[in-house]
């Protein structure tokens, strides 16, 4: 399907796909969206203490959330390893237009944000001595790893456009994959949501959302 970029209201950018009616973020602020919704409500919440982390998102996207985790990473000289899936990649005359490093300010970051784009799928690569990435072509539906997480980014499009997703079997896989304490954060504070990650063992909390959103999930695994 055709996609678009568009400027959020915090000057960076996302991306629309207009015949279904979605945007990868919020439109009130792509980065303020993704440093509030997956870098403080859930890195940041986990991460003290620990030397390495190992993250899942559900879907690449844009590579926003990885992005701004290699900063992180980099910042406070944490090991990170970042595993993600991703159905639909953006080709190279998208995201190479991206203006996320120039609005964070780390034009330094363009090479490194390109390569999580160029990087072969399937594979491990060491994008910087404290991030390690693999990037996974296909549907969280299907895929398996045997990696255990501290963390997991659930981005996939709302239940309304991707109903697949956010369903009891889903939880209950990622369940699987979460380390004890492992947080899991998303946008979407539905009650479908939450009683589907209940239902899956998460023990479930509404948290403040993002600018223009008033409440979010994080979801722990005791």
Request: with cysteine; hydrophobic share 40%; proline share 5%.
């Amino acid at each position: 399907m055709k996609k678009e970029i568009i400027l959020t209201s915090d000057r960076s950018h996302s991306i629309a796909i207009p015949a279904m009616n979605v945007t990868y973020h919020s439109t009130h602020g792509a980065i303020q969206e993704s440093m509030h919704v997956f870098i403080e409500a859930g890195l940041h919440h986990i991460a003290a203490g620990k030397d390495q982390i190992s993250i899942f998102e559900m879907g690449f996207g844009s590579g926003l959330n990885a992005l701004l985790s290699i900063a992180e990473a980099e910042k406070k000289q944490q090991k990170i390893f970042y595993e993600t899936v991703e159905a639909d990649p953006l080709e190279a005359n998208m995201y190479s237009l991206l203006n996320y490093c120039k609005q964070l300010n780390r034009p330094d970051l363009q090479p490194l944000f390109e390569l999580l784009h160029r990087c072969a799928w399937n594979t491990k690569a060491e994008i910087t001595p404290y991030f390690s990435f693999r990037k996974n072509s296909g549907s969280l539906v299907d895929f398996l790893t045997e990696q255990q997480f501290n963390v997991v980014y659930f981005d996939a499009f709302a239940p309304e456009v991707q109903p697949e997703l956010w369903t009891p079997d889903i939880f209950k896989k990622l369940y699987g994959w979460m380390k004890t304490g492992a947080v899991l954060t998303t946008y979407c504070s539905k009650s479908i949501v939450r009683k589907a990650m209940a239902e899956a063992g998460l023990i479930v909390e509404k948290i403040p959302g993002p600018p223009h959103k008033r409440e979010m999930v994080r979801a722990v695994k005791q």
